[in-house]
């Protein structure tokens, strides 16, 4: 049975740190490149960062590069997002995504809240 766990989220204050992780099993991780989405009320679920399935590419969405750190540890199955300088346009409910071709897989989303 295919599993994506997101944690990590929660309440911050503006300036604050929070790292998400996603503990993937049933299938083979290693193989997969991953990516985290975010989606606010009202808006559409977007593309944050993704990384590669050995980790040699890596992409952000403008808004939070600098700010935020995508890395995978294959052994561990587990992708991860550091997320710094924290804003309160980055509150979203953040989902941890996993493609390989056809597969795509999604976890069940954490949500983080960036207020004061």
């Known amino acids: 049975q295919v599993q994506l766990v997101e944690s990590g989220g929660g309440l911050v204050q503006p300036g604050g740190s929070l790292r998400l992780s996603c503990a993937a099993s049933?299938?083979?991780?290693?193989?997969?490149?991953m990516s985290w989405h975010r989606q606010a009320p009202g808006k559409e679920r977007e593309l944050v960062a993704s990384?590669?399935?050995?980790?040699?590419?890596?992409n952000y969405v403008d808004s939070v590069k600098g700010r935020f750190t995508i890395s995978r540890a294959n052994v561990k199955n587990t992708v991860y997002l550091q997320m710094n300088s924290l804003k309160p346009e980055d509150t979203a409910v953040y989902y941890c995504?996993?493609?390989?071709?056809?597969?795509?897989?999604w976890g069940q989303g954490t949500q983080v809240t960036v207020s004061s």
């Open positions: 049933g299938f083979r991780f290693s193989r997969y490149a």
């Open positions: 995504n996993a493609r390989w071709g056809v597969d795509v897989y």
């Open positions: 990384i590669s399935s050995t980790g040699g590419s890596i």
